[in-house]
């Protein structure tokens, strides 16, 4: 090993590679000698939504960027089962998140980074001491210091960590009659699923995907890794704007941690759901399909016009997006008693105008792109 190379993290090492090797060989071992018992699926099932909805819902959402603000009782439920999960306390996750979106792509100050190759930022940077804790690793995340829960869980991770992957499996194995074979689906099999979920976020989909909001940075919407992390698959939305509690925004997007806090809002668990204003999700995603188009036309000599023509009609969309939402924002303001028939009107007219300037948009684009073809 040269020298110049950050020392290796043996309990990382150790742990991702002995996990991964009885995943994908003791557990079908065992399934085709032994056979596993209904229970153990069930319970693999429920620790794998559990510890996964604890990381994405609870490290990232809540904790991370504070874009909802959970009861006790549920920031103890997410804390243990961020512990389950095994990637860190809470106070480091963080940590590590919020200098990821602050330094995003930059290849020394982002933990994970991107540009460093995807078996780097998938799992290469947890294997070596790239970022050895100092006295300032914590600098980010001194609100989270504050956290009652947050500090007995970073405390006492060791404690919790053996107690939900060891001691907890151990203990419904026994009450069901095969411990080993509650234990490599609970733990095993399980662990290995939630840690490579996480990692496709920070590898895969900073490679693979769409950009629809913004090209300044790596990050890409992916709905079919949305479907393997719970909803967290719509990276270069998040990465655009981490301030929202949603990833996936529009209602068909697959996202149960979205879901999961709205549930417990309703069940008055959850309170300060955060969500971007509409206009400015809208005029990202617009501002993208002209530079995009820009991109293609450019390449055309002879498509300046249809350029010249699609530059006017953004100018034109953005302000009818400006003249709707600044309306709603208005409504919104006014008591029940001010909404009458004239302003109802008003609105409804703003939003048909703004649709048919919108299908105006499309057509055009799908003209000036058909030129080129």
Same mark, same amino acid.
């Given at each position: 090993m040269s020298n110049n190379k950050p020392r290796l993290i043996l309990f990382n090492n150790l742990m991702f590679a002995l996990t991964f090797i009885g995943a994908v060989v003791l557990v079908p071992l065992y399934g085709v000698l032994v056979g596993y018992q209904t229970e153990a699926y069930w319970i693999a099932l429920l620790f794998w939504a559990w510890s996964g909805l604890s990381i994405t819902a609870g490290y990232h959402r809540l904790w991370s960027h504070r874009t909802w603000q959970a009861h006790s009782s549920v920031q103890w439920i997410l804390a243990i089962g961020g512990a389950m999960a095994m990637q860190n306390?809470?106070?480091h996750w963080c940590a590590d998140h919020r200098r990821h979106h602050k330094h995003?792509?930059?290849n020394d100050q982002d933990p994970y980074s991107a540009g460093r190759g995807f078996w780097f930022s998938h799992i290469g940077w947890m294997l070596r001491s790239y970022h050895p804790i100092t006295p300032s690793t914590y600098n980010n995340v001194r609100d989270l210091q504050k956290n009652p829960v947050v500090m007995n869980q970073h405390n006492h991770y060791g404690k919790w960590v053996l107690a939900t992957n060891v001691a907890l499996p151990v203990l419904l194995g026994w009450l069901s009659g095969d411990i080993l074979g509650m234990w490599l689906l609970a733990s095993v099999l399980r662990l290995v699923l939630v840690h490579h979920g996480t990692f496709f976020i920070n590898s895969l989909a900073h490679i693979w995907g769409r950009q629809p909001y913004n090209d300044q940075h790596s990050a890409r919407d992916n709905g079919v890794l949305a479907l393997l992390t719970f909803g967290e698959g719509y990276h270069n939305f998040h990465h655009s704007f981490e301030s929202d509690y949603r990833n996936g925004i529009r209602w068909w997007d697959y996202d149960p941690t979205k879901w999961l806090i709205r549930a417990l809002e309703?069940?008055?668990l959850a309170s300060g759901l955060r969500q971007v204003p509409r206009e400015r999700i809208e005029a990202a995603r617009l501002a993208m399909e002209l530079k995009s188009s820009q991109r293609l036309l450019a390449e055309h000599a002879t498509a300046q016009e249809w350029l010249e #023509?699609?530059?006017?009609?953004?100018v034109a969309l953005m302000a009818r997006i400006q003249d709707y939402?600044?309306?709603?924002q208005r409504l919104l303001r006014l008591h029940k008693d001010e909404l009458d028939r004239a302003?109802?009107?008003r609105l409804n007219e703003l939003r048909l105008a703004l649709r048919q300037q919108r299908r105006l948009w499309l057509?055009?684009?799908? #003209?000036?792109h058909s030129q080129v073809a």
């Amino acid at each position: 090993m040269s020298n110049n190379k950050p020392r290796l993290i043996l309990f990382n090492n150790l742990m991702f590679a002995l996990t991964f090797i009885g995943a994908v060989v003791l557990v079908p071992l065992y399934g085709v000698l032994v056979g596993y018992q209904t229970e153990a699926y069930w319970i693999a099932l429920l620790f794998w939504a559990w510890s996964g909805l604890s990381i994405t819902a609870g490290y990232h959402r809540l904790w991370s960027h504070r874009t909802w603000q959970a009861h006790s009782s549920v920031q103890w439920i997410l804390a243990i089962g961020g512990a389950m999960a095994m990637q860190n306390s809470i106070l480091h996750w963080c940590a590590d998140h919020r200098r990821h979106h602050k330094h995003v792509d930059d290849n020394d100050q982002d933990p994970y980074s991107a540009g460093r190759g995807f078996w780097f930022s998938h799992i290469g940077w947890m294997l070596r001491s790239y970022h050895p804790i100092t006295p300032s690793t914590y600098n980010n995340v001194r609100d989270l210091q504050k956290n009652p829960v947050v500090m007995n869980q970073h405390n006492h991770y060791g404690k919790w960590v053996l107690a939900t992957n060891v001691a907890l499996p151990v203990l419904l194995g026994w009450l069901s009659g095969d411990i080993l074979g509650m234990w490599l689906l609970a733990s095993v099999l399980r662990l290995v699923l939630v840690h490579h979920g996480t990692f496709f976020i920070n590898s895969l989909a900073h490679i693979w995907g769409r950009q629809p909001y913004n090209d300044q940075h790596s990050a890409r919407d992916n709905g079919v890794l949305a479907l393997l992390t719970f909803g967290e698959g719509y990276h270069n939305f998040h990465h655009s704007f981490e301030s929202d509690y949603r990833n996936g925004i529009r209602w068909w997007d697959y996202d149960p941690t979205k879901w999961l806090i709205r549930a417990l809002e309703r069940f008055g668990l959850a309170s300060g759901l955060r969500q971007v204003p509409r206009e400015r999700i809208e005029a990202a995603r617009l501002a993208m399909e002209l530079k995009s188009s820009q991109r293609l036309l450019a390449e055309h000599a002879t498509a300046q016009e249809w350029l010249e #023509k699609l530059e006017a009609e953004y100018v034109a969309l953005m302000a009818r997006i400006q003249d709707y939402y600044g309306e709603q924002q208005r409504l919104l303001r006014l008591h029940k008693d001010e909404l009458d028939r004239a302003t109802r009107q008003r609105l409804n007219e703003l939003r048909l105008a703004l649709r048919q300037q919108r299908r105006l948009w499309l057509s055009l684009r799908a #003209k000036a792109h058909s030129q080129v073809a």
